[in-house]
């Protein structure tokens, strides 16, 4: 059996039982214990950011004991975070720019390199959803602001106020200092990423997100970037991202992530990596929290942040539980 030691010293299981369940094993192992092309995760698992992760992954899995694909999954998962108000930086709900706008960004990715993306989007509350057309019926991988906002009207998305009574009270306080502070710490409050695969070992992924709070109007994170805020390979496994953005792009952390356990890292070890590198390269000194996530083809997974603070929902065949992922300082 795959040791879980290294994983359990430094995060803790947050919810009693979860040792009980056997696809836990699967976590933190850093032996990499996949063959590169060789699909066998044998149970399906839906692993995402945040404790808004959880009603997200609950109605993923639905989609996969339904015997929908992963790929609608990741899709339909994000997108009750998404419709939620409570949700503040993502889709509905979601903390405004400077200037008092919602823009959003995601993406969306399956295990054959397809992928389908929108930036800096306003007024409809399921980009994940406009993410997945761009991919689906266009040439082209990623659409941003006006001409994305043309594409989803053309598909038929209906344009709706995304700011919330509560997000504009938040941003007119906010704005008495205006003094750019980004927190991302908070529980519920930040980009929901989220890979699923299933039996057959078929993976995709999704991310999606309004992006730093009082951002620079215009300004676009790594949530939407493939390769930064989300990256699947058909071959190897997926990665996600939450936190800044630009420490995420900077470092092309889940693009990192895969290749590393393209390389022979586990999951555990590749995210750890991963984060250790935004530290030796940016230091220790700033606020900055990034936390990953990633899963092989084995449907072995791992999760690790800067700080403390991050954690995931994680969800199998009759479980979903959330965790608190280990960190580097
Ligand atoms: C961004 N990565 O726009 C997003 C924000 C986020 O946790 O994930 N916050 O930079």
Redesign the pocket.
Known sequence: MISRRPFLKKSLLATVGVLAAPWLSRAGSKTNNFVPGEKKSGQPLVIS??KHGLAANAKAMDVIRAGGSVLDAVEQGVMVTEADPESR?VGLGGLPDRDGKVTL?ACIMDDQGNCGSVCFLEDIVHPVAVARLVMEKTPHVMLAGEGALQFALEQGFKRENLLTEKSRVDWEKWKKKAKYD?E?NIEN???I?MIAIDEGGDMAAACT????AY?LRG?????PIIGA?LFVDGDVGAAV??????Y??RTLGSFLIVELMRNGHSPQQACEEAVSRIIKKYGKDKRI???YLAVNLSGEYGAYSIRKGFNYALAGKDENVLVDAGCLL
Do not use: L, Y
């Not at 991202?241 to 630009?246: D, F, V």
């Open positions: 950011t945040w930086s960004d980004p991302v409050h930040d980009t990423g997100t309004s992006g730093m951002k300004r676009v994170g790594d949530s805020g991202a939450t936190g800044h953005g630009e995420v792009m929290q990034i936390g």
